[in-house]
């Protein structure tokens, strides 16, 4: 990137070195560039920017706005060389390729301009500019052509292996290109590549590769939503496409596999044990103390009985019990006596747990912290309790976020109201996998005040 001072020198030199010897533009390098493929290349700053300029009198100083122009230098080096803009280097690529490889928007912009076709040259790959953005994952020149509607011919157009801007996007697993193209009514969701792979084979291939797949990720959204608008398969043999992702016969692929499992679960046994320790030293150590020895039920909890306390035993107990099966699963993950399968599913299984475990903590603290401080402090009790759940927020925000980029495309593709539906039923299950723990602790404490009150 170059600031405006650089700008200025840099189109300087070039206008000296045209008008000094304009068949510098004709010539290439050792790849057959061009010097339009290098001023393509320059990712420059547009628009204006305000600056500070010193003076001798008063006011002494006063703010000027500057223009910037970032074409300057390519203007002079096409306007000497326009049939540049049609010539390859030897790996096929034409100058608007060499832009969109590294996001110069504003090169592409002017080529456009220029000359409209030249957006539809492929390179020796049979890329156009857009399948180049997309390899690069340049989300810039991805937008602008979604949201242009004269470049729609481009969305849906085949390389060398006929695949298509959307089935590089899901091959790169970017979940926000994918909703950009998604999105667009004019991209076609069921062409088929050479080898018979439509943007949904892509997509459950691409969860196979993932491995542990139970556990819900980008290829699982993208595959989810490719369904819900009724995308079809294609008409390749789902054991050949399966091969390269079942448990690896190799024994030194086996055992990096292995190893990968036993350092992720050394990692995380000691956070679930320290989660275990707090939670079954929380039982004993409960808020409000013990009752007096002169009272009936001596040496029992003060608040035993109420809402509150019921609620904190079970959120205490649940979380507990998560971190418990988070260590026990952790522990036979790492253990290279159980086979390699047998050890994923215990990961995926202390993984959730050991999420759980989190929110059964923050729900123990806050209701330990509110039944001591609501006598005496009441607002900044209940300020806890709204902060708290925060953490849950934390731990999920990433899917949060992606649900948030997937409901526009969403409802573009399946319409307003269904496209809600579907966001909300995604939601729903959001909350109750990650969730359950409130359920399940305010659940039993209202229904063990029911059963008192009986």
């Not at 991805?142 to 060398?160: G, H, K, R």
């Not at 695949?163 to 193209?181: D, E, G, P, V």
């Not at 013990?290 to 609620?311: C, K, Q, V």
Request: aromatic content about 12%; proline content about 4%; some cysteine.
């Amino acid at each position: 990137r170059f600031t405006n001072t650089k700008c200025i020198f840099l189109t300087v030199m070039m206008e000296f070195l045209v008008h000094w010897n304009k068949s510098l533009t004709t010539q290439v390098d050792k790849d057959g560039r061009t010097p339009l493929h290098f001023a393509s290349s320059l990712i420059l700053r547009t628009g204006s920017y305000l600056t500070l300029e010193l003076l001798g009198r008063p006011p002494w100083c006063h703010f000027v706005w500057i223009p910037r122009r970032s074409t300057s230098v390519l203007e002079i080096v096409f306007k000497a060389n326009p049939a540049a803009l049609y010539q390859a280097d030897k790996n096929g690529s034409f100058p608007i390729h060499l832009a969109a490889s590294v996001g110069a928007k504003e090169a592409i912009l002017f080529f456009r301009d220029k000359y409209p076709h030249c957006v539809g040259l492929r390179d020796a790959e049979g890329r156009t500019f857009l399948q180049v953005a997309v390899e690069k994952e340049i989300l810039g020149i991805l937008f602008y052509v979604c949201e242009t509607p004269s470049l729609a011919w481009i969305l849906n157009m085949q390389d060398n292996d006929g695949n298509t801007a959307l089935h590089l996007a899901i091959q790169s697993r970017n979940f926000r290109m994918f909703c950009a193209l998604f999105g667009n009514p004019e991209v076609n969701l069921n062409i088929t590549n050479y080898k018979g792979e439509t943007p949904l084979d892509l997509s459950i291939i691409s969860k196979l590769s993932y491995g542990l797949n139970f556990i819900e990720n980008s290829e699982h959204k993208i595959c989810h939503a490719l369904k819900s608008v009724g995308a079809n398969y294609g008409v390749i043999r789902w054991d050949k496409a399966e091969e390269p992702f079942r448990r690896p016969s190799n024994p030194e692929e086996e055992d990096q596999a292995s190893r990968r499992l036993k350092d992720a679960a050394q990692t995380c046994v000691v956070a679930s044990v320290l989660i275990a320790t707090v939670a079954f030293s929380a039982t004993l150590a409960i808020p409000g103390g013990y009752r007096a020895d002169d009272h009936t039920n001596e040496g029992t909890p003060i608040y035993a009985g109420s809402y509150l306390f019921d609620a904190f035993i079970m959120s205490t107990t649940l979380a507990f019990i998560c971190s418990s099966l988070a260590t026990l699963g952790y522990t036979f993950s790492a253990s290279p006596f159980v086979n390699l399968v047998t050890r994923e599913v215990y990961t995926v299984l202390s993984v959730l747990s050991f999420s759980s475990s989190f929110v059964c903590m923050s729900i123990a603290f806050a209701l330990g912290v509110y039944m001591v401080l609501a006598p005496v402090a009441r607002n900044t009790a209940v300020a806890v309790c709204v902060i708290t759940p925060t953490i849950w927020l934390g731990t999920n925000v990433d899917s949060i976020f992606k649900l948030v980029i997937l409901a526009r495309p969403l409802c573009i593709r399946k319409g307003l109201f269904k496209g809600m539906v579907q966001l909300l039923r995604m939601y729903a299950l959001l909350v109750v996998t990650t969730l359950w723990p409130f359920i399940v602790t305010f659940g039993w404490a209202a229904l063990a005040r029911i059963h008192r009150h009986r």
